[in-house]
C-alpha cells in the first residue's frame, strides 16, 4: 500500500511525470470531479475522501504507466473507481447515506420528493460497480466506450451495468406508483 509520507519524501518533483503532466494543476483541478465520483459509488463522504487520497497517491506513484494518447484526467478517474470499489469490498458498506448531496429538495411537490426517496432507495441497492457506471455517465457526462476505457470493462459490460442500473430504480418506482 502507499503511504502519504513515502509521496511526500519521494525525490521525484511532483510536477514532472509524463511529458510534461502538470500533477499538481491536474490535482487542484479534478479533485472535486472525482470526489463526486467516489460519493457516488460509496456513499459515504469520509469513504469518498479516502478514496480519492488513494487514487492520487497510486496515480502519482504510477505515473510513468500513464499510456501516450490516454489523457491524465480519464486515468485518474479510473484510478478513483477502482479504489472505491476496492474499499466498498473491504468495508462491507451496508450503510448509504442518500443519492444527493443537498439537505433540501430542489422540487417542493409531494409527488416528486417521494419520487427522489424512491430512487435513492433503488440507488442504495446497487452494487458499488454499477453506481460508478451511473456515476459516469449521467453525472460526468461519459459514453458507454468511454466508460468501458477508464474502467478497463468491455462495452458490453458497460451497458449491461448500465441497464441493470436504470431497471433496478424503475421497478421499485413503477412498485411505489402502484401502491400509492
Not at 15 to 43: H, K, M, P, T, Y
Not at 139 to 153: A, K, P, R, V
Not at 161 to 178: D, G, I, N
Amino acid at each position: 500500500m502507499i503511504r502519504v509520507e513515502d509521496v511526500v519524501t519521494s525525490d521525484i518533483p511532483v510536477s514532472e511525470g509524463r511529458s510534461g503532466v502538470d500533477w499538481d494543476a491536474i490535482s487542484a483541478a479534478q479533485r472535486e470531479r472525482l470526489f463526486g465520483l467516489a460519493l457516488v459509488i460509496l456513499q459515504e463522504r469520509n469513504d469518498a475522501a479516502d478514496a480519492v487520497q488513494g487514487a492520487f497517491e497510486k496515480g502519482f506513484r504510477h505515473r510513468d504507466q500513464l499510456r501516450s494518447g490516454v489523457g491524465p484526467e480519464a486515468w485518474l478517474a479510473r484510478i478513483t473507481c477502482n479504489e472505491a470499489i476496492s474499499l466498498a469490498r473491504r468495508r462491507r458498506i451496508r450503510r448509504w447515506v442518500p443519492f444527493g448531496d443537498s439537505d433540501e429538495p430542489a422540487i417542493h411537490e409531494e409527488a416528486a420528493i417521494l419520487d427522489r426517496i424512491v430512487v435513492d432507495d433503488a440507488l442504495r441497492h446497487l452494487r458499488p460497480k454499477h453506481r460508478a457506471v451511473v456515476a459516469l455517465h449521467y453525472l460526468h457526462g461519459y459514453g458507454i466506450d468511454e466508460i468501458g476505457s477508464i474502467l478497463g470493462i468491455p462495452r458490453g459490460t458497460v451497458a449491461s451495468r448500465l441497464h441493470h442500473a436504470r431497471e433496478t430504480p424503475r421497478q421499485m418506482l413503477a412498485k411505489h406508483r402502484t401502491e400509492s
